[in-house]
T-cell receptor
Framework: GAGVSQTPSNKVTEKGKYVELRCDPISGHTALYWYRQSLGQGPEFLIYFQGTGAADDSGLPNDRFFAVRPEGSVSTLKIQRTERGDSAVYLC?????????FGSGTRLTVV | SQQGEEDPQALSIQEGENATMNCSYKTSINNLQWYRQNSGRGLVHLILIRSNEREKHSGRLRVTLDTSKKSSSLLITASRAADTASYFCATDAEETSGSRLTFGEGTQLTVNP
């Protein structure tokens, strides 16, 4: 597509539930990134995909977080047993050495 | 302190004035980028300056980079109310080339009409 699409734009979930956040990057971009942004902070790196593989997942905070990109295009960020501290805007980006294109993000609220 | 710190945290100016935001970082970099964010959602890429460049222009934007001081500045000339947003610098470190950007905490710019 023309831009990076993220769905849903907003997600409210109860503590302990499982959530999936989807990212559809720009067609043909092999590099895809997930970031998390808390209120008043800059984005923090979570994971980087090059094609289908997670080339760097060192930013994932713990094993409740997992991401996949099975066909090298759409990616899904999965969060198990959500906690209130997971509330943030989750941003996806594609592109690499010339600047990223970000999606509009998914605002996750854990209540 | 963190990689990619912006200064000031908040800046309020009148329309037509120039706005200058500064960024400091800690590691050796391949490039430094500036992004703009409205209303806490998606970031928009503004400009990228490589480590071997000292100054770059794009429209009303001027970015400088001083690798000896590990600092950068973003100048917006003749500001407009529509420039109101948060501005972030982000570094692509040599050590992790291409695998991530490290963002600062941003400068909230308010341009008053």
């Amino acid at each position: 597509g023309a831009g990076v699409s993220q769905t849903p734009s907003n997600k409210v979930t109860e503590k302990g539930k499982y959530v999936e956040l989807r990212c559809d990057p720009i067609s043909g971009h092999t590099a895809l990134y997930w970031y998390r942004q808390s209120l008043g902070q800059g984005p923090e790196f979570l994971i980087y995909f090059q094609g289908t593989g997670a080339a760097d997942d060192s930013g994932l905070p713990n094993d409740r977080f997992f991401a996949v990109r099975p066909e090298g295009s759409v990616s899904t960020l999965k969060i198990q047993r959500t906690e209130r501290g997971d509330s943030a805007v989750y941003l996806c980006a594609s592109g690499q050495f010339y600047g990223y294109t970000f999606g509009s993000g998914t605002r996750l609220t854990v209540v | 302190s963190q990689q990619g710190e912006e200064d000031p945290q908040a800046l309020s100016i009148q329309e037509g004035e120039n706005a200058t935001m500064n960024c400091s970082y800690k590691t050796s970099i391949n490039n430094l980028q500036w992004y703009r964010q409205n209303s806490g959602r998606g970031l928009v890429h503004l400009i990228l300056i490589r480590s071997n460049e000292r100054e770059k222009h794009s429209g009303r934007l001027r970015v400088t980079l001083d690798t000896s001081k590990k600092s950068s500045s973003l100048l917006i000339t003749a500001s407009r109310a529509a420039d109101t947003a948060s501005y972030f610098c982000a570094t692509d470190a040599e050590e992790t080339s291409g695998s991530r950007l490290t963002f600062g905490e941003g400068t909230q710019l308010t341009v008053n009409p």
